[in-house]
Nanobody, 130 residues
Framework: EVQLVESGGGLVQAGGSLRLSCAAR????????IGWFRQAPGKELEGVSF????????LYSDSVKGRFTISRDNAKRTVYLQMNNLQPGDTAIYYC???????????????????????WGQGTQVTVSS
């Protein structure tokens, strides 16, 4: 059974930093894409950042590029999202999700599409005060 557990959320002032973690179990971690998504109250789910398993290549949404950094530690089966210069607009629940190798072609076409992700964590709240 795939399990994803996010941690690291909290309350921070604008300009501050947080590091989110996504601990994974139940699948061949190295083979999977891991994505971070967020959903703010009243807004659509937004794909934030993605990291490929085999070569650790990364993608970022324009809204976080230059401020957020995604990384993975395959030995620890954990993906991190370092978030710097946080702004009130970053306030949301942050979720990590997995995209399995069988979804590779769909993922290449639309890496931010929620339909290409198989499993999701429970989310962690990030609140940025002004």
């Amino acid at each position: 059974e795939v399990q994803l557990v996010e941690s690291g959320g909290g309350l921070v002032q604008a300009g501050g930093s947080l590091r989110l973690s996504c601990a994974a179990r139940g699948f061949t971690f190295d083979d999977y894409v891991i994505g971070w998504f967020r959903q703010a109250p009243g807004k659509e789910l937004e794909g934030v950042s993605f990291i490929v398993g085999n070569d650790a290549s990364t993608l970022y949404s324009d809204s976080v590029k230059g401020r957020f950094t995604i990384s993975r530690d395959n030995a620890k089966r954990t993906v991190y999202l370092q978030m710097n210069n946080l702004q009130p607009g970053d306030t949301a629940i942050y979720y990590c999700a997995t995209s399995s190798p069988r979804m590779a072609s769909q993922w290449a076409y639309n890496p931010a599409g929620r339909e290409v992700y198989d499993s999701w964590g429970q989310g962690t709240q990030v609140t940025v005060s002004s």
